[in-house]
């Protein structure tokens, strides 16, 4: 049983470490700042299971500073790439040999190692460095497990939930846990939001330290991967929403004169060109059973992109539904648009959304209701949207509305 004076010891050398980490590596550093540490005498490297990162004690003994910060680094991004998430079908030490390669090679090139520390796994099977592809591109380069060699010893000490941890030899490559990865399941959604906001976060804090210090820094490659795939929806909103848009006319103002009769004894006023505003548009998501991760994800983005597309001015509200309604919620600028969660997973029920559009926001209906889904469920009567003009944004070509406009992404 450790006593708390060395606990705090441990405790201490992992701040430290954050601390370098934050100076150094700035992003990797603002990530850390939304993890917890642990002390486990009984995990014999580390681990993480997506809210904690875990240290054993006697393999942080053994750690030096610099391969400290490697491994806290190595853990954190386990977590952001979400890899705790997938692979749940996978085979298990075919899957965790790929995350690594694939995490310790990123951290290599961040540092501008050409020498793995640790001993640690980097290029994939083709002797191409792991930063180059995804972990599942890597996991198809490496051979079966059915395929090897029988006697074969395992290549780290890896493993998934319920499976029994290997135990790697002392001179074997740093390999952290991997038993702890898919134990909060039931919080994936959320998990998932949330560390694609801190991701954001991450690099909007970065991006206004350059703007003040005059740095040329930028979120790491993988990042920016995640945030431009967040940011660019396929879909033309203008377009779309050309039937809702609100014009707000200026005719004639004194802001800026008319400078054409600069030399005119008279003050007069210019004409302004129009202002585009986009209100009151409910945006609902499908999070139903049928719509996977990525999908709802996708949604998620298009939204995201229709808010940039009108330079922040759309304004409305975002509600999720399944077989029930996840209240929504107003929204006014894109800062808070991003801290609405998604929630679901049951059956879909369309009919509910209308529902509750005529109970709850008869006072200040929306201008059009805007419908993220793969459309399978049953389609309500037309005449239950009360004359508001719906879209169904749809995720598949299958699908044909009885009514209202379809848009469809891919």
């Known amino acids: 049983m450790l006593d708390k004076g060395k606990i705090q010891e441990y ?4 701040l430290l470490s954050r601390i370098r980490i934050l100076d150094d590596y700035g ?3 603002l990530l850390l700042m939304h993890i917890i540490f642990s002390i486990d005498e009984n995990c014999e490297t580390a681990a993480t299971d997506g809210k904690r990162i875990f240290f054993g004690t006697r393999f942080l003994e053994k750690l030096s500073d610099s391969e400290l910060d490697f ?3 190595h853990e ?4 952001v790439l979400l890899h705790i998430l997938r692979g749940e079908h996978l085979e298990h030490e075919r899957h965790n040999i790929a995350c690594d390669i694939v995490i310790n090679s990123i951290i290599m090139q961040e540092k501008g190692l050409t020498i793995a520390p640790l001993k640690s796994m980097h290029l994939a099977p083709n002797g191409k460095e792991g930063h180059l592809y995804t972990a599942e591109e890597v996991y198809e380069m490496l051979p079966p497990e059915s395929k090897k060699k029988k ?3 395992p290549l780290f000490a890896g493993g998934r939930a319920g499976k029994e941890q290997a135990k790697a030899p002392e001179d074997s490559p740093f390999a952290d846990d991997h038993t702890r990865w898919g134990t909060i399941m039931e919080e994936d959604s959320v998990l998932r939001d949330v560390w694609v906001k801190n991701i954001m976060d991450a690099a909007e804090a970065i991006s206004i330290q350059n703007s003040i210090k005059r740095r040329t820094t930028c979120p790491p490659a993988f990042a920016q991967r995640i945030i431009d795939k967040l940011k660019k929806p396929q879909t033309d909103w203008r377009t779309i ?3 809702f848009i609100q014009e707000e006319i200026n005719d004639y103002s004194f802001s800026p004169p008319d400078r054409r009769f600069d030399d005119s004894p008279f003050f007069l006023p210019d004409f302004n060109e129009k202002d585009e505003e986009v209100r009151n548009i409910l945006f609902m998501i499908d999070t139903s059973g049928s719509m996977s991760d990525d999908e709802v994800t996708t949604a998620f983005s298009e939204i995201y992109g229709a808010i940039e597309q009108f330079g922040g001015k759309l304004a409305g509200w975002l509600g999720f539904f399944d077989a029930a309604i996840i209240e929504p919620v107003p929204f006014e600028s894109i800062d808070e648009f991003k801290r609405i969660n998604a929630a679901g997973g049951g059956g879909t029920d369309f009919q509910i959304i209308f529902e509750y ?3 709850y926001m008869e006072e200040e209906p929306p201008a059009s209701i805007i419908i993220l889904t793969d459309g399978y469920a049953p389609f309500p009567e037309e005449r239950l949207a009360n004359d508001i003009p719906v879209l169904w ?5 299958e699908v044909e509305p009885p009514w209202g406009k379809v848009a469809r992404i891919k």
Request: proline share 0%.
């Open 11 to 14: 405790i201490n050398r992992l």
């Open 27 to 29: 992003f990797y550093g």
């Open 71 to 73: 491994v806290m680094m």
């Open 76 to 79: 954190i991004l386990h977590v």
């Open 151 to 153: 006697n074969q010893k």
């Open 241 to 243: 929403l050309n039937d």
């Open 357 to 359: 559009v005529a109970r």
């Open 393 to 397: 944004l749809l995720n598949n070509e």
